[in-house]
């Protein structure tokens, strides 16, 4: 290609909505052209890289033996329904009626039509296992669409569904999926790790994330390096301290005036903030959106909440759940805002994190405006609807397996692996004959990769200041020529060999002809990151040219012959990944 004729549009300046470097050099390359909040459109370049990615994931898929499908964006509503999904989804999909008001939705995934699929096709035990996936584009209508492509509301995933007769293959599936996601996210140029993972909306028993190393990654990981312990940190388990031995103490109640967080009363009062307990309010919300149940959750001062443990111990949809409007709950169940404890809270659900029962003699909420309780403790003085973990892990816990301090860490959810099970055969009646002629359900898994999340985990790990740095397997093109005065004859002709040469070895060629000044070239050239850069100057009538990989800081004067060799030889070697 040459980049006079090429529809390129680059950015000088930093795009105000722009906060990441993925999202900032995807639009300064002119790769993404954004049409409303969190959908965007690719142009030359970024589609290129897309068709990368998307082509590296294909060549994964297949060869673990799925076979590639396409599907339908638009889904009837129906199927939503027998899944149970078209309430507990709630507001992120993407709604909409026909003209006849019959309703659909857009996809933000596709379990409902593939196990419709396996129920209308597979009917005999011969016909498993098998795996279908798709490469399509998704629609999720996200509270908070940010960062480019990272979390859009139109974006492109590949999905795929696995069907196996029983747990054991699904077990030989998954291992499958999880070996391909390993080798997709590698020859992607991805530093990443997989970590177990709460399954969400999707539902299933055994999950985990392909988390690509990334310090403005919206996933929290809990690590130990001492085993090998990895967890999202929504999943992981959290060792409680062990109970304390002590004597209960009377309870009592003390004046606590304007002490409304744990740091201010613990400060009050002069405690740890381990002695004091915390109170979360919550309304939980029917079909109908009327409050069903008012929740308080407690933990122990010094821990925070953990928002998806809850909403497990529950039972309900994540979307179903709200921080209550403090005077209503107040009305219906005694809890005064800032001073609520457990003690005389009425008609309401409360559930307490595991480790309270063995802490001795807490300060709480007296549920009385500035006050508090002290020697509060389990079973004497309150009970509870549900014990559970539901406490969030944090930097130096000890590890769940191991016991040693755990470290945190940030990543980028590039995909993700489920066990469903039965979830979606059963509700919607998936099943295959076996040997004996017996209805059975099929066990399904399901795997998903974000495409356009990876790209931009990919520039993520890959840039400088200049701009991206493509690794070759993703990159828009591999080698760009920089003729440095096009019209100069030795140059356009030494420019026109290589151009010519490596394009019939298979190379991908951008060639900059363009009537720019140097500066500009070499500028716009490291922005868009093409990994090799073969600069053609005034050694050309020498038959020397520039040798560059933008990954390196070192030029070198070359041969046109060596130029060449070199390119075609990376490309042979790193163009895969
Ligand atoms: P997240 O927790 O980030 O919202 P998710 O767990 O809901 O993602 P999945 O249902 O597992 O996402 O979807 C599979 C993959 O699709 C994810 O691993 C991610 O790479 C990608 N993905 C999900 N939501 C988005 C989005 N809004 N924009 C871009 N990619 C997305
Ligand atoms: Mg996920």
Redesign the pocket.
């Known amino acids: 290609m040459r980049l006079s004729k090429m529809h390129l549009k680059t950015l000088r300046e930093v795009p105000a909505e722009a906060e990441i470097p993925s999202h900032i050099l995807l639009l300064r390359c002119g790769m993404i052209r954004k049409l409303v909040s969190g959908v965007y459109g690719f142009m030359p370049l970024g589609q290129r890289s897309l068709r990368k990615v998307e082509e590296i994931v294909r060549q994964e898929m297949d060869a673990a033996g799925a076979q590639e499908v396409l599907m339908s964006a638009v889904q009837p509503a129906e199927l939503w329904e027998e899944s149970g999904r078209w309430y507990a989804y709630g507001p992120e999909l993407w709604r909409l009626k026909d003209r006849n008001g019959r309703d659909f939705c857009l996809g933000p995934?596709h379990e409902e039509i593939f196990t419709d699929i396996a129920r209308d096709d597979i009917s005999s035990y011969r016909q498993l296992p098998t795996m279908l996936y798709q490469i399509q584009t998704k629609y999720?209508d996200?509270a908070r669409p940010r960062f480019g492509?990272?979390?859009?509301r139109e974006?492109i995933?590949k999905d795929c569904y696995s069907f196996d007769r029983d747990d054991a293959g699904l077990d030989e599936s998954y291992r499958i999926m999880y070996d391909a996601y390993s080798k997709v996210f590698t020859r992607c140029g991805l530093t990443f790790r997989p970590v177990e993972a709460d399954s969400?909306a999707?539902g299933g028993s055994n999950s985990h994330e392909f988390t690509a190393f990334s310090e403005v990654g919206?996933s929290e990981i809990a690590y130990c390096e001492s085993c090998d312990m990895a967890a999202t940190s929504e999943r992981a388990e959290c060792v409680d301290d062990p109970a304390t031995e002590a004597e209960l103490l009377p309870m009592e109640e003390v004046h606590t005036p304007g002490t409304k967080t744990i740091e201010e009363v613990a400060d009050y009062l002069g405690l740890d903030k381990k002695q004091t307990m915390k109170a979360l309010l919550f309304a939980v919300y029917d079909e109908e959106g009327q409050v069903k149940e008012y929740v308080a959750a407690f933990v122990r001062g010094d821990r925070d909440l953990n928002m998806t443990k809850l909403v497990n111990a529950l039972d309900i949809p994540e979307h179903a759940i709200e921080f209550a409007d403090e005077e209503k709950m107040g009305a219906v169940t005694g809890s005064v805002g800032g001073f609520t404890g457990p003690v005389g809270l009425h008609d309401c659900r409360i559930v307490v994190d595991s480790e309270l029962p063995g802490q001795k003699n807490l300060c709480a909420g007296a549920c009385k405006e500035d006050h508090h309780l002290l020697n509060v403790n389990f079973d004497r003085d309150y009970k509870a609807d549900l014990i559970t973990d539901i406490k969030m892990i944090k930097e130096g816990d000890p590890c769940p397996v191991c016991g040693k301090p755990i470290k945190m860490t940030r990543g980028i959810?590039?995909?993700?692996v489920f066990k469903l099970g039965t979830k979606y055969s059963e509700s919607m009646g998936a099943t295959y004959k076996d040997e004996n002629m017996t209805d059975q359900l099929i066990v399904m898994g399901c795997y998903?990769?974000?495409i356009?999340?990876t790209l931009s985990a990919v520039i993520e790990q890959h840039h400088d200041e200049n701009g991206i740095i493509w690794p070759l397997s993703v990159a828009p093109y591999h080698v760009i020529i920089t003729e440095i005065k096009p019209g100069d004859e030795a140059q356009d002709k030494v420019a026109e060999d290589i151009y010519e040469k490596l394009q019939a070895a298979g190379v991908e060629v951008l060639l900059d002809d363009r009537k720019e000044r140097p500066g500009v070239k070499f500028k716009d050239a490291d922005l868009i990151g093409i990994p090799v850069r073969i600069t053609v100057g005034r050694g050309a009538a020498d038959g020397q040219v520039e040798y560059k990989l933008r990954r390196d800081a070192d030029k070198e004067d070359i041969s046109v012959e060596e130029a060449i060799s070199r390119a075609i030889e990376i490309v042979e070697k790193e163009g895969r990944g």
Do not use: N, Y
């Open positions: 995934t999720r996200e492509l990272m979390r859009s974006f995933m969400g999707i919206e959810e590039v995909g993700q998903g990769i974000g356009t999340r």
